[in-house]
Nanobody, 122 residues
Framework: QVQLVESGGGLVQAGGSLRLSCAFSALTFSSYNMGWCRQAPGKEREFVAIISSFGGRTDYADSVKGRFTISRDNAKNTVNLQMSSLKPEDTAVYYC???????????????WGQGTQVTVAS
């Protein structure tokens, strides 16, 4: 059974950085397109970033482009989200997600982690 487990969330000051990681439990990791979505209180879950199965393609939400970088290590079954120049509006629960298809909306991902809280203080 595939499991996704996020780590690395926390509290950071505006302008700071955080690195989120997601561990994927199955040996089929390199078959999955991996990404991140986030959900702020009272708002719908929104797409943040995605990386293709072998890392050759990435895509980002406009709101994070140039500040966030997604990467993956297929040897370690992990995907990372390096977040820099964080803003208070980045505060949300961040979810790792996966699907065999390349997805650009959160509804397109079939497998999810439990989420990790990121809070950016002003």
């Amino acid at each position: 059974q595939v499991q996704l487990v996020e780590s690395g969330g926390g509290l950071v000051q505006a302008g700071g950085s955080l690195r989120l990681s997601c561990a994927f439990s199955a040996l089929t990791f390199s078959s999955y397109n991996m990404g991140w979505c986030r959900q702020a209180p009272g708002k719908e879950r929104e797409f943040v970033a995605i990386i293709s199965s072998f890392g050759g393609r990435t895509d980002y939400a406009d709101s994070v482009k140039g500040r966030f970088t997604i990467s993956r290590d297929n040897a370690k079954n992990t995907v990372n989200l390096q977040m820099s120049s964080l803003k208070p509006e980045d505060t949300a629960v961040y979810y790792c997600a996966a699907d065999l298809a390349f997805w650009r909306t959160c509804n397109g991902a079939g497998r999810w982690g439990q989420g990790t809280q990121v809070t950016v203080a002003s």
